[in-house]
DNA sequence: CGATTAATGCACTTCCATTGCATTGATGTC
DNA sequence: GACATCAATGCAATGGAAGTGCATTAATCG
């Protein structure tokens, strides 16, 4: 059994093949993908299993949503130590403005946000955009 | 001449009756709108004429777009300061997870970001979910 | 006023999310 | 292994919202 069904299982979501496919897509990827360019990467599938595989791991904790602002929203391999009580992403994403790839900043947590009296914080998204690494030498 | 059409004519747009009605709506709420919640305002009003007095009013630093992670784009009036040349929105946004409202916390700056090496900022987007002042008491 | 340019309204297209339903595939029981 | 059961998949259809082309109307200027 290989390392991805062992994980998949781990996260109570059962590995068929569409679904390994799909994580070890995210998985060789460091940058997050939509839907659409997911499909892109298969002959032969069906929007409609990519998206509801998608919805399967993020329901399990296994992907989260990105959100960058440019209206379709992308998707990457979760932290540990997400489940399906809660995502635990509280990192920074940056989308580039010239290649358009969001990358995860794992390594850069969300500083702590102060609210006016009475608001209470639940979550927090932080995107920056810019220029990435690659993009930078231009 | 009210002071909407002085203040949207020198912002180098013509003041039409529709933008103005825009505007005033905009001003009279504190929350952001999506495009359909700024139609259902108006007893006759066309989708198309609405959404190209959004997209004038973007390009010349009357309105910016919230992008509050619900897919559908919100928009509140632009902070002083703001011009056809670049926006100056550099303020947190707060998404209320109950009443599903989303405000300009104009006050709240957006905190210094750092990057790893070689990233360079251009713009920075960070919204909070959570529950407003009124959802609060519940 | 007549000419010119901007704004509007309507029709249409496209993209993507989402759902219903029939079919296929896996799992566990006898 | 055959059968019953439940999950996953594939296909078709729907729906919401963005965006565009073009004819019409409104504003502006000489
Ligand atoms: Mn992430
Ligand atoms: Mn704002
Ligand atoms: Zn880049
Ligand atoms: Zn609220």
Redesign the interface.
Known sequence: MSEIEIFLIAKKVRPTAMRILVFRSLANKRAAMTLSELEALFEKSDRTTLYRTIKTFEEYGIVHPI?D?N?I?KYALCEEGCDCAAHNDLH?H?HC?QCEETVC?T??KI?Q?????????????????????KC?SD
């Open positions: 959100h602002g209206g929203p920074l940056f403005n900043l390594d850069h500083p946000i102060n609210l006016p009296r009475g608001y209470t914080t639940e979550d927090v998204n932080l995107i920056v955009n810019g220029k990435c690494v930078s």
